[in-house]
């Protein structure tokens, strides 16, 4: 079986806080909160992280965790869209906020071929979730649950 996988939800445009709080480095040597999880889910056992992010983040985000992450977990990045996956739905010309938490999951179909777990990009979760996590998904789910 695959080791399992971490998707990040972190397409949020983050207007309440003035800038892109996903990337904002806090740490002693200027982590991010995603930094930290992903040392922890790495620890734990999976074997991929996937990026939900904008496209216009790209960059941004492959500079920061590219370096930090190669060699380490495998990487991917997928775009949450306001178009992606809503075939036939009616967008309102001023909507720029993407659609939400299952249009994240769904965008990140094409690349989670693995049993996953989803976190927010600005959310703390410490390493006992990610050992838990990664112990259901490897001895206790199946394909009901």
Same mark, same amino acid.
């Given at each position: *079986? ?8 972190? @397409?949020? *445009? ?19 909160? *995603?930094?930290?999880?992903?040392? /922890? ?14 496209? +216009? ?25 306001? @178009? #992606? ?23 990140? #179909?094409?690349?989670?071929? +693995? ?6 990009? /600005? ?7 990610? +050992? ?7 001895? +206790? ?5």
């Amino acid at each position: *079986m695959a080791k399992p996988t971490l998707v990040i939800m972190a @397409a949020g *445009m983050a207007s309440r806080y003035g800038s892109l709080k996903q990337i904002q480095r806090f740490g002693p040597s200027g982590e991010t909160i *995603m930094d930290y999880s992903i040392y /922890d889910a790495i620890r734990a056992g999976f074997g991929k992280v996937v990026f939900i992010i904008r496209k +216009e983040f790209a960059e941004d985000f492959k500079a920061i965790f590219e370096p930090k992450l190669k060699g380490k977990i495998a990487i991917d990045y997928v775009f949450q869209d306001l @178009a #992606s996956f809503v075939e036939g739905v009616d967008i309102p010309a001023d909507r720029t906020k993407p659609w939400g938490t299952a249009h994240a999951v769904l965008c990140a #179909s094409t690349a989670v071929q +693995e049993p996953f777990i989803v976190i927010n990009a /600005d959310d703390f979760y410490g390493r006992d979730a990610f +050992e838990k996590a990664y112990r259901f998904l490897t001895t +206790e789910a199946n394909d009901h649950t």
